[in-house]
């Protein structure tokens, strides 16, 4: 029985990064999810949290509110809408005061927040809910002997206190799903190092000495994949590498993709269904992608 999401795409996603959505789309289905687009999401409002926090809190209220409205869950596969719609739970579900001032702001359009829609991403969605048993069965195309490396982002394990979907310290579940479809993915000492993409607005040079600096590793550690999960991440790792590497002067080829596209490789999903042509990294470098 297939259960049903409402997908909320985020903002990168959605104007920039495709490849994610289309793989996503070409692999839940597959895994008896299906995702439910919904009119008037907006904003999630966790870029605008540090200038005014009461308006993060009511536009990440209003996009729960639509999906509480049609009865549905939500799937946010951006990990920082996840975490502004984490933080707006955790806060509008506990202050019956700042329940009441969100609602006043959600009354002109109809729209009440009542906590009631769960939040998943792609990470719990895949581990927790489909379960590695599941995947494993879809597999037609181990991948075998190809050593990944991992990437998680700040936003999806941390903070702990506002509840994420791995350990901050020791993040797992990643790895769990890439050996479960044959790959070999491997601790390395930069795995928790910051991406440095949202210090790209006023800082940039140093956003792509950090997206360089962490790709120079895994270059350096002969890994054959990087692996993200994250819109803003992979930006950084795949649209700008090109830019990383003259920032820290270094020559970089190291194929960048995102776990549901690597997942649809293994599922023997037609490359083009899974958005590889839209990868800017060196992803022909591996030899499934490559072929034909």
Known sequence: MMKKYALYPGCVMSTEQYAYELSLRAVLPKLDIELVDLNGFSCCGEPL???????????????????????LDVFAPCPVCHLAFSECKKIVDSDPAMNEKVNAFLKDEELHYMGTAEVVTTLDLLHDIVGVETITKLVKKPLKEMKVATHYGCHLIRPTEIGRVDDAENPQKMETILKAIGAEPMDYPEKLDCCGGLLTANHPESALTKTGQKLQKVQEQNFDAFIDICPWCHRQYDSKQKKAGETVAAKLEVPVLYLTQLLGLSFGIPKDK???????????????VGEG
């Open 274 to 288: 899974l958005g590889l042509d839209l990868n800017l990294s060196p992803v022909n470098k591996l030899a499934m």
């Open 49 to 71: 949290k540090s200038v005014n926090q009461m308006l993060t809190l009511a536009l990440s209220a209003r996009n729960l509110a639509i999906a509480e409205k049609e009865k």
